[in-house]
């Protein structure tokens, strides 16, 4: 199995209230808020905002250094605080006002549900990844049959992150793939699945692979291949065989040239079991079982 390269440093200590940390950043959001107001307000100054479908979200999730975050990660990783993020949809007279759902969907999905909202056919030849979720919209008011949203849940989310994304210039390393060093990282190289409510995380210099119940854990802080039954860790590794099977299929890029200026940690000589350990430790999951 491939060696682990040092942990990233320790968390920060607490940061102060939201108001005090940030300004320049938090005065852009601000303003994005006061713009998109203005943008409804146009609408319906033109008497086209019952013909309008406005669309707010976000392609990834918040940082940790603007905003308290109670879910694990944060932008730039695959865990939900790097990947969960709110989906408002506004359309006065066809989405009705004050529905929450929370069938899972992704950014991949709007390009097939935009297309069957406007009546397009899908190109017959090129894969599409995504699902409508239209019937979650409830346009007129016409709820979701069971079916809909049980075939919206099966259906397998892959992501694919095979590189480091720098972080921390505090402390630099020489990562165990690529070339050159990097500033502490944000995220290694790792792939995660969803399918319902359960998430897979793999992450390739451990050869180590995390499952979540995100229904009952959408902090991902109880990793279900240790503290699981016997049926959530098969179900958990059905989700990963998948995951795998997608990626190959995708002949997608993979870490597997090893940099040749990566030195191991003194402090894993013990071998790939103790910065597992140290990995697992530092990450916030339970000890594996002896």
């Not at 999905?109 to 239209?134: C, H, I, W, Y």
């Not at 998948?242 to 997608?252: G, K, L, P, T, Y």
Request: proline share 11%; charged share 25%; net charge neutral.
């Amino acid at each position: 199995p491939p060696r682990a390269h040092p942990p990233p440093p320790p968390p920060p200590p607490p940061c102060p209230p939201p108001r005090l940390r940030k300004p320049i950043y938090s005065a852009a959001v601000t303003r994005m808020d006061e713009a998109l107001g203005m943008i409804l307000k146009a609408l319906e100054r033109l008497n086209i905002a019952e013909e309008t479908l406005v669309i707010f979200t976000s392609d990834n999730g918040g940082r940790t250094d603007v905003f308290d975050l109670e879910l694990r990660g944060s932008k730039g990783n695959l865990h939900e605080g790097g990947v969960r993020v709110p989906g408002v949809f506004y359309w006065p007279g066809t989405i009705p006002s004050g529905v929450e759902d929370k069938t899972r969907t992704t950014l991949v999905d709007l390009m097939p549900t935009l297309a069957e909202l406007a009546g397009a056919s899908l190109p017959a030849d090129s894969p599409v990844d995504g699902r409508s979720f239209l019937p979650l919209l409830r346009l007129g008011g016409v709820q979701p049959s069971a079916q809909q949203v049980r075939e919206l849940e099966d259906h397998l989310v892959v992501w694919h992150f095979p590189l480091y994304l720098g972080g921390s210039r505090e402390q630099r390393f020489h990562p165990l793939y690529g070339y050159g060093n990097i500033a502490g990282a944000r995220a290694v190289p790792h792939s995660a699945a969803m399918r319902d409510n359960l998430k897979v995380v793999h992450f390739y210099e451990y050869n180590h692979t995390v499952a979540f119940d995100l229904n009952r854990d959408p902090k991902e802080k109880h990793d279900l291949f240790v503290e699981g039954t016997a049926e959530q860790r098969n179900k958990a590794r059905a989700v990963e065989t998948a995951m795998f099977e997608f990626i190959d299929n995708a002949n997608a890029t993979m870490p597997v040239i090893p940099n040749r200026r990566f030195v191991a940690c003194k402090r894993f000589q013990g071998g790939d079991k103790e910065a597992l350990a140290i990995f697992r430790q530092y990450m916030g999951f339970a000890p594996l079982p002896a």
